[in-house]
C-alpha cells in the first residue's frame, strides 16, 4: 500500500469526457462509497465539489484523468480551492467485443490507481507549456497549408501546354520564396516540372 492511503481519508476518482464528468468517491483503500456523472461544466464542477465534500469531508485528493485536456477545466476549478489533484492515466486497454465501456468504473479505477502511487503526478500547468502547444500546432498547420499552396500550381502546371510549361519552368524553380526554409527540412525547395 502506498503512502497517498495513509495521507488522506478518500479520494475522488473523476473520468472525464468533453460533455461529462463520472466520479467516484472511494475510501483510504479504495473501497467505493458513492458515485455520480455530471456535465462538465462550472455548474458540474461546483455538483462535484460538493458530492466530494458529503463522501469525503476530511483530507482528500482527486485523480483526474485527462487534467491536461477533457479535465483542465475541473482542475483549475478545483486548485482555485484548495483541493489537492493529482493526475492519473487514461487506461490502455484492448477493443471489448461489444464496444462498451464504463465511465463509472474508470472513475473507480482512477481514484485507485491514485491510492497505489507514491509519486503521483501533478497535474500539468496550462501557462507557458500550453502557449507552446498552441504555438506548435499553428505552426503545423500554417507549414501543411504553405505545403497545400505550392503543391497546387505545381499539379496545374503539370497539365498546362508545353508553351506555358517552358515560360513558368524557369520562373518557380528558381523562386525560393515559395518553398522556402521553416517548414518540413528547413532546406530550400525546388519544383521539378519536368
Known amino acids: 500500500m502506498s503512502r497517498s492511503a495513509g495521507a488522506v481519508d478518500g479520494v475522488i476518482g473523476v473520468d472525464t469526457h468533453r460533455d461529462t464528468l463520472a466520479a467516484a468517491a472511494t475510501d483510504p483503500v479504495g473501497g467505493l462509497l458513492a458515485q455520480t456523472s455530471v456535465r462538465a461544466d462550472a455548474a458540474g464542477y461546483r455538483r462535484l465539489l460538493e458530492f466530494a465534500q458529503a463522501q ?38 484492448p477493443p471489448r ?48 497549408a504553405k505545403v497545400s499552396a505550392t503543391n497546387q500550381p505545381k499539379a496545374l502546371i503539370v497539365g498546362a501546354p508545353e508553351e506555358l510549361r517552358a515560360e513558368l519552368r524557369g520562373l518557380l524553380t528558381n523562386d525560393r520564396s515559395l518553398a522556402g526554409p521553416g517548414c518540413g527540412t528547413g532546406r530550400p525547395g525546388r519544383w521539378s516540372t519536368a
Do not use: I, M
Open 56 to 93: 469525503v469531508p476530511g483530507r482528500r485528493c482527486w485523480a483526474v484523468e485527462g487534467a491536461g485536456s477533457y479535465g483542465a477545466g475541473l482542475t483549475a476549478f478545483l486548485q482555485a480551492r484548495g483541493e489537492r489533484v493529482v493526475e492519473v492515466g487514461r487506461p490502455k486497454r
Open 97 to 144: 467485443r461489444t464496444g462498451a465501456k464504463s465511465d463509472a468504473l474508470d472513475a473507480v479505477r482512477a481514484a485507485r490507481e491514485a491510492l497505489v502511487h507514491d509519486h503521483p503526478l501533478a497535474p500539468r500547468c496550462r501557462g507557458d507549456r500550453e502557449a507552446l502547444r498552441v504555438l506548435l500546432a499553428t505552426r503545423h498547420s500554417a507549414c501543411a
